[in-house]
């Protein structure tokens, strides 16, 4: 059972586009969403987390909107550029399972010159 | 520099044979995780390790076995009983219910 649903799989953006890529979630009890970037070869790094407490958190081009009546969550990447073509992967967490974090299956976002 | 290390960086193992990966950290974080990648699958948690001498299995533990004898170290050992090892190994490491800092990966690839 997938616990956090990724979507779109994959996502093609024109340079200058906005990259905008959606998470789901079903356990109430999570309180804490980070979005990680990872390059091809390398190992994930955070990019941008929120807790439920607010709707949105921006920082720089990168801004997280929170949804928790519709227990959804999204990372909308603003002015794309190519340097942002990666793989990013939506996480969740909560107190009762040890902070474990229950990953979503990745975007491959490709943004074109 | 403070950061998490993992060696090597690509490993080629035979069937039937075991192999341990290494993943450092001084960071001083009490928590340690590994984690395998496949395409398509994103990351699913082997072990993690909240506390020097403690581990506890994650998803996908059967035919992996860790140790955590220092706080900086969490080895992984890929038995000849996980069918299935061919894969990217990720390690990471945070402070208990912190940010997850990950390594550079190890890729293992089965002969």
């Known amino acids: 059972q997938q616990q956090v649903k990724q979507s779109p799989q994959s996502l093609i953006v024109q340079k200058g586009g906005i990259s905008i890529i959606n998470c789901a979630y079903e356990n109430t009890a999570f309180d804490y969403f980070p979005w990680y970037q990872q390059f091809p070869g390398k190992g994930p790094a955070l990019l941008i987390a929120?807790?439920?407490d607010v709707s949105e958190k921006k920082e720089g081009r990168f801004t997280i909107s929170f949804n928790k009546s519709a227990k959804q969550f999204s990372l909308h990447i603003m002015d794309s550029q190519p340097g942002d073509s990666a793989t990013y992967f939506c996480?969740?967490?909560?107190?009762?399972?040890?902070?474990?974090?229950?990953w979503g299956l990745g975007t491959s976002l490709a943004v074109n010159p | 520099d403070g950061g998490i290390t993992q060696s090597p960086k690509y490993l080629f193992r035979k069937e039937g044979q075991n192999v341990t990966l290494s993943c450092e950290q001084n960071?001083?974080?009490?928590?340690m995780y590994w984690y395998r990648q496949d395409p398509g699958q994103g990351l699913r948690l082997i072990y993690y390790?909240?506390?020097?001498?403690?581990?506890q299995k994650g998803d996908i533990a059967e035919g992996y076995s860790v140790s955590r004898e220092k706080k900086e170290s969490f080895p992984l050992t890929v038995t000849s009983a996980q069918k299935n090892p061919t894969a990217f190994y990720l390690c990471?490491?945070?402070?208990?219910?912190?940010?997850?800092?990950f390594g550079p990966g190890t890729r293992l690839t089965v002969l």
């Open positions: 960071l001083n974080h009490d928590a």
């Open positions: 390790s909240q506390i020097v001498n403690d581990f």
């Open positions: 929120i807790r439920p």
């Open positions: 996480a969740a967490s909560h107190t009762g399972n040890n902070r474990k974090l229950i």
């Open positions: 990471a490491s945070s402070i208990v219910a912190g940010e997850q800092f």
